[in-house]
Structures are given as structure tokens and as C-alpha cells.
């Protein structure tokens, strides 16, 4: 029995974002979409830039195809 587990970082440049509630929606619904996808997700830095944003994604999976 084995586990698969598959970690990385997302750096995103959201050029059409003017304040930080225009990213907050961008982020929260990328952040949505791949939750429902099994992968656990947060946001975890560029916090105060409106052009920026980082996520921190994982996977878990017992089988590299179930990932």
C-alpha cells in the first residue's frame, strides 16, 4: 500500500484586478473549483498586492492515476 502525494505552489498575476475584493473573487472561485476537484487549497502569500496572488495546492491519491 502505498500514498501519492503531489504538492505545489500557483503564482498568478491578475492583471484586470483593482482593488482586493475584485482578486478575493477571483481567488475564492479558483480556490472553489479546485477543491471540487479533491485538492486541498489556500491562498499563501501576496496578500496586500492586487496583481498578485499565490496558492498553495495538494493532492493526496493511493494511486498516481487517481490524482
Same mark, same amino acid.
Do not use: P, W
Given at each position: 500500500?502505498?500514498?501519492?502525494?503531489? +504538492?505545489? *505552489?500557483?503564482?498568478?498575476?491578475? !492583471?484586470?484586478?483593482? %482593488?482586493? =475584493?475584485?482578486?478575493?473573487?477571483? %481567488?475564492?472561485?479558483?480556490?472553489? =473549483?479546485?477543491?471540487?476537484?479533491? $485538492?486541498?487549497? %489556500?491562498?499563501?502569500?501576496?496578500?496586500?498586492? %492586487? =496583481? *498578485? $496572488? $499565490? *496558492?498553495? +495546492?495538494?493532492?493526496? $491519491?493511493?494511486?498516481? !492515476?487517481?490524482?
Amino acid at each position: 500500500i502505498g500514498l501519492q502525494v503531489g +504538492v505545489g *505552489l500557483i503564482r498568478l498575476r491578475l !492583471r484586470h484586478c483593482q %482593488t482586493l =475584493k475584485d482578486k478575493r473573487r477571483v %481567488t475564492q472561485s479558483l480556490i472553489q =473549483k479546485m477543491r471540487n476537484s479533491g $485538492a486541498s487549497v %489556500t491562498e499563501c502569500g501576496e496578500s496586500d498586492n %492586487t =496583481k *498578485l $496572488a $499565490a *496558492l498553495g +495546492v495538494s493532492f493526496a $491519491a493511493s494511486s498516481v !492515476r487517481q490524482m
